[in-house]
């Protein structure tokens, strides 16, 4: 069975992400809209911050441990204090950040990069204790192809840019459902 979120649900997860880090921001308790069912199913997701249009943030888990909506606002604060490739975001950023929510599917082991379609999936490359992802998005957003992404998800986990064709390598895809304020 697919799993569907609503417009309406959208909003109230999107509305949450940016409740969580106003409320840490102004050092307040954070009010939230009550999850719906949907909500509190468990899924893997990502937060992703942007500041006019570049990476400000984005932390997230590939495998979901927690109900979505409490995902969300863990990753929200993530993204927003913890992305070490960020410092963590002041209060006067707030208002010019856009947040963009990735609801991610369980993840599937292919055997082959002929199997990874760009702009439908994520990828995530393991190898001994090291590893690294791109989400659906990010192959269409750079322009790559399946060997550019493989190269730069090599890249970006500390791996030389051939190593997904190591014995050792494991390769997984998963989908997204993508949304954020912008769109």
Not at 40 to 51: C, D, Q, R, S, Y
Not at 109 to 125: F, P, R, Y
Not at 163 to 182: M, N, Q, R, T
Request: glycine share 6%.
């Amino acid at each position: 069975m697919e799993f569907v979120i609503t417009e309406e649900e959208k909003k109230i997860l999107l509305e949450s992400a940016r409740e969580t880090i106003a409320a840490k921001l102004e050092n307040r308790k954070a009010v939230y809209t009550p999850a719906t069912k949907t909500l509190e199913a468990i899924n893997g997701a990502f937060v992703t911050l942007h500041k006019f249009g570049q990476l400000r943030g984005c932390i997230g888990n590939l495998i979901g441990v927690k109900p979505l909506y409490a995902t969300i606002r863990e990753m929200a604060l993530a993204s927003a204090f913890d992305d070490p490739r960020f410092p963590p975001l002041s209060k006067k950023e707030l208002e010019e950040i856009d947040i963009e929510i990735s609801v991610l599917s369980p993840l599937k082991k292919i055997n082959s990069i002929d199997e990874i379609k760009i702009g439908e999936h994520g990828i995530l490359l393991k190898m001994g204790f090291s590893s690294a992802t791109f989400l659906p998005q990010v192959a269409v957003e750079q322009k790559w192809g399946v060997k550019e992404l493989m190269e730069n998800v090599c890249f970006k986990a500390g791996m030389d840019v051939n190593s997904w064709k190591a014995p050792d390598a494991e390769l997984f895809v998963y989908s997204a459902i993508v949304f954020g304020e912008k769109q």
